[in-house]
């Protein structure tokens, strides 16, 4: 049995707008609190959105109607009049409070732009948490504390009990102070691994919860729980435990059919022991004992291991809270290209793709006789595995067979990322012995990109497969080496194209809780540079800065307002902190990271001076807590900061600029800053453009930046009407550029532009092969390549721009994006000398069109003038028109 958390699944559905065909509106995807169908729901006044889906050109929403029906509180019932409004996305329901461990039902209605009605939708669930009842179970572990740095065995937890007749409900409520993988009467409860997740555990930690009413028997029954050291109590970096001994506490919540509810919680009567996990880290990987397995440890016998009492710990001294974000989970699975014997007895497997989860081993093996699995991204020049990048961390696994015919096993406790797998032990290994399971936190995907360039195409999918392998519970900055934490400068720059590829708002409002807990106080204080802190430096420019650009970013890609509410009190403390310690507006701070790994220098030794980053960085971060009091409603808030921004743009400007709008510096990451962060003033922006047009000149048009600079190159440029050559910078296929490590085989991005050349691997201190970071520039993909990009003054697609800007040698480009509303696409093609763009925009939003053209009148659709249409204006090389949802074939001549 595999109960999973209902939320939301990647398969969403398509919208196909078509012209001139009258229907009645339906429904598309229905969520609450931006998932479907939650189980732990976090407040007691949830908000609903749906997607409206006609096949009418320019299908809204005129008004709509909810109704809501308890399913287990009799008269818990709820309907809303007839409400007129076009909001179709996070609706709160008038004059409704959810009750605690409450599941509802809940539809819509809507009447279109002609005052049609919808049906009815169909019934989409919900179900909230406890909602500040109490937990009602004790902490147990085995009293054995982790010195930092062990790879203890697992635990094993168990409790038997007896139930009259079968319940018609049964909820687990679960956390721990590690990582759990529960079990109930013989089968693992869940799919989901890793639970509860990674908080800030000095803050808060999260717990999980449930169904399993069908997995529970009249008569005699057992659960059971296995206690991994997880986050918790492995040693993280760079040295840290968050503490020694791991813990774990939940209950079963269990009502009959008379309406009886009975506990059976984590107390003092449970027993505990150890099993076939004789090893268990993040770091360590993890070893196995097929012999020691017991089929019946978690069934009403228990079997035949020694079962000792338990050691109830203090109860948490941290707030619980409901897990948000999707869980991590098994996603794919890949199957070997090819496999050979590298020496006597070694053989090595390559799945052909850069990866991060673990291994399916499949073996046939004689009792006792041990496996060993070694995990790699590269290769030596000498075919071997290339492990010296992975520092300290062990990251092998270690399986003894029991002898029993064909045995296949998989760890539970820790991940690899790897390309290879090294595997000996057994002498003649089965072609299908290795099958790599691709874990990371169940987002959707909802962007796709495409173009006529494959190496293009190649760079994102590298982003891709970065992000699949780093968005593992929450963003980290690679999977393999002795790091794995929350680096919170590689998460900002990559934040919009994140928000492109996979649905993340989850995911990202739950990770700024740990942002929120990093926060320290005082003149050296700010955001910590890794969240959950384990270590580093807060507030350091560009990494401290995440703490606003990532709500931010997020809001503008699902128009989720709490997460911006959730973060500005924090935000505008980290902009008001910054101004006390440097009232002159320069933010004269420790130097800290700088312009990360610019291509020929020392790691943190970047042409670009820290002073200048750290203020371009407090400007920036200043004007979007203004945009975000502007969003909430605080006004005066707004204007203190907005004059607070010009006045550190005077600072900036006196302090680094000269009057030929060349910086002091004159490096590329400089210019970046100042005209992406709008420091410039207008008069001086040309000159400046033209210094740093200068800039990549003297580079032979190669970039020469690092973390901070190389998320602004094609964004800049293309503001600055340098589009031509942000094309010729992505193309370059020498180093430094993003295409030399695509044309040297890579699958994920590299975390230096020389990670690897023919001269050898870089520097195995800091050299990981899947590092996300430099993969934003997929962001200017979707939204200049093929132009779809969100609109800050309707966050969440309610109103967004279709601006596609062909070049660089390509003949087509195709973006599409599920966005909150429904499916938007951008497509275009040059043929014949013509340029062909086709559209789709979701109902209930309208989408501003911008097209290259010489006039509006060389532009029809479907045959007809583009006048037919609406109003459109020609200005600039571009014919403008905003139109409603549907789908809309242009042609250009």
């Given at each position: 049995?595999?109960?999973?958390?209902?939320?939301?699944?990647?398969?969403?559905?398509?919208?196909?707008?078509?012209?001139?065909?009258?229907?009645?509106?339906?429904?598309?995807?229905?969520?609450?609190?931006?998932?479907?169908?939650?189980?732990?729901?976090?407040?007691?006044?949830?908000?609903?959105?749906?997607?409206?889906?006609?096949?009418?050109?320019?299908?809204?929403?005129?008004?709509?109607?909810?109704?809501?029906?308890?399913?287990?509180?009799?008269?818990?019932?709820?309907?809303?009049?007839?409400?007129?409004?076009?909001?179709?996305?996070?609706?709160?329901?008038?004059?409704?409070?959810?009750?605690?461990?409450?599941?509802?039902?809940?539809?819509?209605?809507?009447?279109?732009?002609?005052?049609?009605?919808?049906?009815?939708?169909?019934?989409?669930?919900?179900?909230?948490?406890?909602?500040?009842?109490?937990?009602?179970?004790?902490?147990?572990?085995?009293?054995?504390?982790?010195?930092?740095?062990?790879?203890?065995?697992?635990?094993?937890?168990?409790?038997?009990?007896?139930?009259?007749?079968?319940?018609?409900?049964?909820?687990?409520?679960?956390?721990?102070?590690?990582?759990?993988?529960?079990?109930?009467?013989?089968?693992?409860?869940?799919?989901?691994?890793?639970?509860?997740?990674?908080?800030?555990y000095t803050k808060r930690n999260f717990y999980v919860a449930y169904d399993v009413a069908g997995s529970l028997n009249s008569g005699k029954n057992a659960l059971g729980l296995v206690l991994g050291d997880g986050w918790y109590s492995g040693r993280m970096w760079p040295k840290n435990q968050f503490g020694p001994t791991p813990k774990v506490s939940g209950w079963l919540e269990i009502t009959d059919a008379a309406g009886k509810t009975t506990l059976v919680p984590t107390d003092a009567s449970w027993t505990t022991a150890e099993g076939p996990i004789l090893a268990n880290g993040i770091y360590f990987g993890e070893t196995y004992d097929a012999r020691k397995e017991n089929a019946e440890w978690s069934q009403p016998s228990g079997g035949d291991w020694t079962w000792n009492p338990v050691k109830v710990e203090a109860s948490a001294s941290v707030p619980l809270v409901a897990r948000y974000s999707q869980p991590v989970r098994a996603i794919e699975e890949l199957k070997p290209i090819s496999r050979r014997e590298i020496s006597p007895g070694l053989f090595l497997y390559d799945l052909g793709q850069n990866m991060v989860g673990w291994v399916r081993l499949k073996v046939k093996a004689s009792a006792g006789q041990e496996i060993h699995l070694r995990f790699a991204e590269m290769l030596n020049a000498d075919g071997t595995a290339y492990v010296g990048n992975l520092r300290k961390a062990k990251a092998t696994a270690l399986y003894t067979a029991k002898g029993q015919g064909t045995e296949i096993w998989e760890p539970s406790f820790t991940f690899f990322g790897f390309r290879y797998v090294e595997i000996s032990g057994v002498e003649n290994p089965l072609e299908d012995a290795i099958t790599g399971v691709v874990v990371h936190s169940d987002l959707p995907r909802i962007g796709h990109f495409e173009c006529s360039n494959p190496l293009l195409n190649q760079l994102y999918s590298n982003t891709l497969w970065g992000q699949k392998g780093n968005f593992l519970e929450l963003p980290t900055d690679c999977p393999q080496r002795d790091e794995r934490v929350g680096w919170t400068g590689d998460a900002q720059v990559f934040c919009h194209t994140a928000n492109f590829n996979m649905a993340s708002g989850a995911f990202y409002r739950q990770w700024s809780a740990a942002l929120r807990d990093s926060f320290k106080e005082g003149k050296n204080g700010g955001y910590g540079d890794v969240a959950p802190v384990t270590g580093g430096k807060p507030g350091s420019a560009g990494w401290g800065d995440a703490g606003v650009i990532v709500p931010w970013v997020t809001y503008l890609h699902t128009g989720d307002r709490r997460i911006l509410e959730d973060n500005f009190e924090t935000?505008?403390?980290?902009?008001?902190?910054?101004?006390?310690?440097?009232?002159?507006?320069?933010?004269?701070?420790?130097?800290?990271?700088?312009?990360?790994?610019?291509?020929?220098?020392?790691?943190?030794?970047?042409?670009?001076?820290?002073?200048?980053?750290?203020?371009?960085?407090?400007?920036?971060?200043?004007?979007?807590?203004?945009?975000?009091?502007?969003?909430?409603?605080?006004?005066?808030?707004?204007?203190?900061?907005?004059?607070?921004?010009?006045?550190?743009?005077?600072?900036?400007?006196?302090?680094?600029?000269?009057?030929?709008?060349?910086?002091?510096?004159?490096?590329?990451?400089?210019?970046?800053?100042?005209?992406?962060?709008?420091?410039?003033?207008?008069?001086?922006?040309?000159?400046?453009?033209?210094?740093?047009?200068?800039?990549?000149?003297?580079?032979?048009?190669?970039?020469?930046?690092?973390?901070?600079?190389?998320?602004?190159?094609?964004?800049?440029?293309?503001?600055?009407?340098?589009?031509?050559?942000?094309?010729?910078?992505?193309?370059?296929?020498?180093?430094?550029?993003?295409?030399?490590?695509?044309?040297?085989?890579?699958?994920?991005?590299?975390?230096?532009?020389?990670?690897?050349?023919?001269?050898?691997?870089?520097?195995?201190?800091?050299?990981?092969?899947?590092?996300?970071?430099?993969?934003?520039?997929?962001?200017?993909?979707?939204?200049?390549?093929?132009?779809?990009?969100?609109?800050?003054?309707?966050?969440?697609?309610?109103?967004?721009?279709?601006?596609?800007?062909?070049?660089?040698?390509?003949?087509?480009?195709?973006?599409?994006?599920?966005?909150?509303?429904?499916?938007?696409?951008?497509?275009?093609?040059?043929?014949?000398?013509?340029?062909?763009?086709?559209?789709?925009?979701?109902?209930?939003?309208?989408?501003?069109?911008?097209?290259?053209?010489?006039?509006?009148?060389?532009?029809?659709?479907?045959?007809?003038?583009?006048?037919?249409?609406?109003?459109?204006?020609?200005?600039?090389?571009?014919?403008?028109?905003?139109?409603?949802?549907?789908?809309?074939?242009?042609?250009?001549?």
């Open positions: 049995m595999k109960t999973q958390l209902l939320m939301l699944s990647a398969s969403l559905f398509s919208l196909t707008a078509m012209a001139g065909d009258d229907s009645t509106p339906s429904f598309g995807l229905l969520r609450c609190e931006g998932l479907v169908n939650p189980n732990l729901v976090e407040t007691s006044a949830p908000r609903f959105s749906w997607q409206l889906k006609s096949t009418q050109r320019g299908a809204s929403q005129k008004a709509y109607q909810l109704r809501i029906n308890g399913l287990n509180i009799a008269g818990d019932n709820h309907e809303t009049a007839r409400i007129e409004s076009d909001q179709s996305q996070w609706v709160e329901l008038p004059n409704f409070s959810a009750k605690p461990k409450t599941r509802y039902s809940w539809q819509v209605r809507i009447w279109d732009q002609d005052n049609h009605p919808s049906e009815w939708s169909a019934p989409s669930t919900f179900e909230t948490s406890l909602l500040g009842e109490p937990w009602r179970a004790d902490w147990l572990s085995d009293g054995k504390a982790v010195a930092n740095g062990d790879a203890p065995p697992a635990r094993y937890f168990r409790k038997s009990f007896e139930l009259a007749s079968k319940p018609i409900r049964a909820k687990l409520y679960l956390s721990a102070f590690g990582i759990v993988q529960p079990w109930l009467n013989g089968q693992r409860v869940t799919a989901d691994h890793f639970l509860p997740g990674w908080p800030d935000a505008q403390r980290w902009i008001e902190q910054q101004e006390t310690f440097n009232p002159d507006g320069i933010r004269r701070s420790k130097p800290s990271y700088g312009d990360w790994l610019a291509p020929g220098y020392p790691a943190d030794q970047a042409p670009t001076p820290y002073v200048l980053i750290a203020t371009a960085y407090f400007a920036h971060s200043t004007q979007l807590v203004a945009q975000m009091a502007t969003a909430l409603g605080k006004p005066e808030i707004a204007a203190k900061n907005l004059a607070l921004f010009e006045k550190i743009k005077m600072a900036f400007q006196k302090e680094f600029i000269t009057a030929d709008g060349k910086i002091t510096s004159d490096a590329q990451t400089a210019y970046l800053l100042a005209l992406g962060f709008d420091l410039v003033s207008k008069e001086l922006r040309p000159q400046m453009a033209q210094h740093l047009a200068a800039a990549f000149a003297a580079k032979d048009e190669h970039l020469a930046t690092g973390f901070i600079g190389t998320p602004l190159i094609t964004p800049v440029l293309t503001e600055l009407g340098l589009s031509d050559l942000a094309y010729r910078v992505v193309l370059k296929e020498t180093y430094p550029g993003w295409l030399f490590s695509v044309k040297n085989g890579a699958t994920t991005i590299w975390e230096r532009w020389d990670s690897w050349t023919p001269e050898g691997f870089s520097k195995d201190g800091m050299n990981s092969f899947n590092h996300y970071a430099y993969g934003s520039v997929c962001g200017w993909f979707y939204d200049t390549i093929a132009g779809l990009k969100p609109d800050a003054g309707a966050a969440g697609w309610k109103h967004f721009e279709i601006a596609p800007t062909p070049g660089g040698g390509l003949t087509s480009a195709k973006a599409s994006l599920e966005t909150p509303y429904g499916l938007a696409i951008s497509d275009w093609k040059l043929s014949g000398g013509e340029f062909y763009l086709s559209v789709t925009i979701p109902a209930n939003t309208q989408a501003t069109i911008r097209i290259p053209a010489a006039s509006v009148e060389s532009i029809t659709c479907e045959g007809k003038p583009l006048s037919s249409l609406g109003k459109a204006t020609f200005a600039a090389g571009r014919v403008t028109i905003t139109l409603g949802g549907g789908t809309y074939p242009f042609e250009v001549k």
